[in-house]
């Protein structure tokens, strides 16, 4: 709504004070402006207590406990929550926990949750079930100062104090779905088959609907297969264990199973947790490719860690990337195991675009460049064609600013010459890919290639 409109509502809303209809609009707008203050400064005016019509009053609640709860002023918010609705035990729940009654705030959250388990929000929770300490269990002895000044101190107790040093490779920055441009089939599916069950596991409980599990992705490198799972990790908040093959592999006989193992039973032990196995051939390459007994035997301890046979996955679960899907043993496809096989394809125009404008941002620039004619002419790149595609220019722009002692931006001319240089590095393995979806397609396991081939003509 621009400043205009919002003007002649407010004005409207100044002569006609009762309107409670007009009221909530104003209010709504607030909010949606980011204007907390504004919105709760106009609430002032109105009584919690006074008499409104049947059909505005929820709504009248919610919105106004959710204002005083992001300016904060908590106790105020609890005025306005008069009756047991879900959204409104909610907003109970963030009113306790804002005035530090984790217990109150953990039986309103519980209430809202069992009335609504859409509503389930994993950072309130969190957040409700940190725990108290108290001063006499720090063991000192004379607490009677602090006690005085009711000091409370507050930890979150979902890191085990005694948590080992693992093997696998530290967690990188979180990012989310937001920074990957494009792959929205792939993301939406990976929203609902791994996000949500981690986000309202008491919707999917009441279901009986298995929370965990796995999924597979292929397709040519560099089209996002790692960005995606460490931007599932960032999403659903869990754990992310992203597994090297120089984890699991060793020269000792058995060593190779055991540290399998090891890894399954650490993530079991810290979920909700995502594994992640990038080239995942190396550990689960087909079993009749190989002499080698030792890799048949490590192949069936990795299909024996999935099923969850001796123990419980629940809550965990198992991301991989491959180039060369065609290489993975069949049985790991089974329902299960990786539930979900998916093909991670070259960008298409729109999302190479989003990727450019993302590459593209925080960059000197010589005004707006014409993304959208760039993408046009790099069909079959992958991402890292196209980082690479930008970095090229900015090594042109760098050049002439050195050469001319004074910063050149990036220019259309950079990028142009830069598509000189820089070629796309999926045709290949979309070469290979096809052969394997003409001839080797049994069961339909590589129909996606081949619509994608006939979609944009690479066969």
């Not at 000091?151 to 979180?174: C, F, H």
């Not at 290949?428 to 396991?445: I, K, P, V």
């Not at 290639?449 to 979609?455: I, M, P, Y």
Request: glycine share 6%; charged share 25%; hydrophobic share 40%.
């Amino acid at each position: 709504m621009d400043e205009t409109s919002f003007a002649s509502l407010k004005n409207a809303l100044a002569a006609t004070p009762k309107n409670i209809a007009l009221l909530l609009l104003v209010l709504r707008t607030h909010l949606a402006r980011g204007e907390a203050a504004q919105a709760y400064e106009l609430l002032q005016s109105y009584d919690p207590t006074a008499d409104i019509a049947p059909e505005h009053q929820l709504e009248f609640y919610i919105l106004s406990a959710e204002i005083c709860c992001k300016v904060e002023q908590f106790a105020q918010a609890l005025t306005f929550i008069r009756e047991d609705s879900a959204q409104l035990l909610l907003l109970r729940a963030k009113a306790y926990l804002g005035l530090q009654d984790l217990a109150h705030g953990r039986e309103a959250y519980q209430q809202a949750i069992a009335m609504n388990p859409t509503l389930e929000d994993p950072t309130l929770r969190d957040q409700l079930n940190a725990k108290e300490i108290s001063p006499d269990d720090t063991g000192v002895a004379d607490f009677s100062s602090y006690r005085k000044q009711k000091l409370r101190v507050i930890s979150n107790d979902n890191t085990d104090a005694t948590e080992i040093i693992r093997l696998i490779a530290p967690q990188e920055e979180k990012i989310a779905f937001n920074d990957i441009g494009g792959l929205e089939h792939v993301k939406k599916t990976i929203h609902k088959k791994i996000i949500l069950p981690y986000q309202k596991p008491s919707l999917f409980q009441k279901f009986k609907k298995r929370v965990g599990g796995g999924i597979l992705m292929y397709g040519p490198p560099g089209c996002g297969k790692t960005l995606l799972a460490r931007a599932t990790a960032g999403e659903c908040s869990a754990q992310f264990f992203n597994i090297s093959i120089s984890d699991v592999l060793d020269m000792y006989i058995g060593e190779s199973e055991r540290k399998l193992n090891a890894i399954f039973d650490k993530a079991r032990q810290s979920a909700p947790a995502v594994l992640f196995f990038d080239e995942v051939e190396a550990l689960g390459g087909k079993r009749m490719n190989t002499r080698d007994s030792t890799s048949s035997k490590l192949v069936s301890q990795f299909l024996s860690e999935m099923d969850g046979f001796a123990q419980n996955n629940q809550g965990v679960l198992i991301l991989a990337a491959t180039n060369v899907p065609w290489s993975v043993d069949p049985a790991f496809r089974r329902p299960g195991r990786f539930d979900r096989v998916l093909f991670v394809p070259p960008p298409d125009q729109e999302a190479r675009v989003a990727i450019l404008d993302k590459l593209l941002a925080e960059r000197p620039t010589a005004g707006k460049l014409d993304v959208a004619a760039i993408a046009k002419q790099t069909g079959g790149f992958s991402g890292a064609d196209l980082r690479e595609l930008v970095e090229t220019a900015v090594d042109c722009a760098i050049e002439e600013s050195i050469e001319s002692a004074q910063e050149q931006p990036i220019t259309m001319a950079h990028l142009t010459a830069a598509l000189k240089e820089v070629k796309p590095t999926t045709l290949e393995w979309l070469t290979t890919a096809r052969n394997f979806a003409r001839y080797s397609n049994e069961g339909g396991q590589y129909d996606e290639v081949l619509a994608f081939l006939k979609k944009y003509g690479k066969n």
